[in-house]
T-cell receptor, first 109, second 114 residues
Framework: GQQVMQIPQYQHVQEGEDFTTYCNSSTTLSNIQWYKQRPGGHPVFLIQLVKSGEVKKQKRLTFQFGEAKKNSSLHITATQTTDVGTYFCAPGGGNKLTFGTGTQLKVEL | NAGVTQTPKFQVLKTGQSMTLQCAQDMNHEYMSWYRQDPGMGLRLIHYSVGAGITDQGEVPNGYNVSRSTTEDFPLRLLSAAPSQTSVYFC?????????????FGDGTRLSIL
């Protein structure tokens, strides 16, 4: 599986602030998936990006795939307490699906 | 559909004991995999299978065995449990791997080795 570095490891924000997590690879990725894991729960698929420079939106979440397909980001606008959890990226392609180390988001009122 | 079902949800073992973590899916998915999750380590791939009768090693396979005799089931066996295997174990499945299919995860098995 392909290796990626995910930053930051932790992020605390006040409710209403924006949040961004980054996923970086030293090699070109065929596609990338993003997952969310709530505390005590299991990872849940959010989205997949395939094309160079692709941008997809899900309500307050914006996902981007870099032009060189070596990095990706997830941006949350105006965070809410329901956004709490750990966000993982997972580079696709091949039979081994590996995950980044995740970014743990905490949202304070 | 029940999705991906893992049993048991919790288990405590003594060092040296063996046990099998069960995973079953009812979505006719070809691809199944096992991950372990430790604090600060993310999800690490243990073993995976691209179809019945085919298994392969992931990132951290030592101390674990798997088999895939049917499409539905993918059990994970700990041969001789060690404290380092204390973790949360997740089973996942997808229609096919390598084609960008989303992974569906079970609720996990929380395993403690004393």
């Amino acid at each position: 599986g392909q290796q990626v570095m995910q930053i930051p490891q932790y992020q605390h924000v006040q409710e209403g602030e924006d949040f961004t997590t980054y996923c970086n690879s030293s090699t070109t990725l065929s596609n990338i998936q993003w997952y969310k894991q709530r505390p005590g729960g299991h990872p849940v698929f959010l989205i997949q990006l395939v094309k160079s420079g692709e941008v997809k939106k899900q309500k307050r979440l914006t996902f981007q795939f870099g032009e060189a397909k070596k990095n990706s980001s997830l941006h949350i606008t105006a965070t809410q307490t329901t956004d709490v959890g750990t966000y993982f990226c997972a580079p696709g392609g091949g039979n081994k699906l590996t995950f980044g180390t995740g970014t743990q988001l905490k949202v304070e009122l | 559909n029940a999705g991906v079902t893992q049993t048991p949800k919790f288990q405590v073992l003594k060092t040296g004991q063996s046990m099998t973590l069960q995973c079953a899916q009812d979505m006719n998915h070809e691809y199944m995999s096992w991950y372990r999750q430790d604090p600060g380590m993310g999800l690490r791939l243990i073993h995976y299978s691209v179809g019945a009768g085919i298994t392969d090693q992931g990132e951290v396979p030592n101390g674990y065995n798997v088999s895939r005799s049917t499409t539905e089931d993918f059990p994970l066996r700990l041969l001789s449990a060690a404290p380092s295997q204390t973790s949360v174990y997740f089973c996942a499945s997808s229609l096919q791997q390598g084609r960008g299919q989303p992974q569906h995860f079970g609720d996990g098995t929380r395993l403690s080795i004393l």
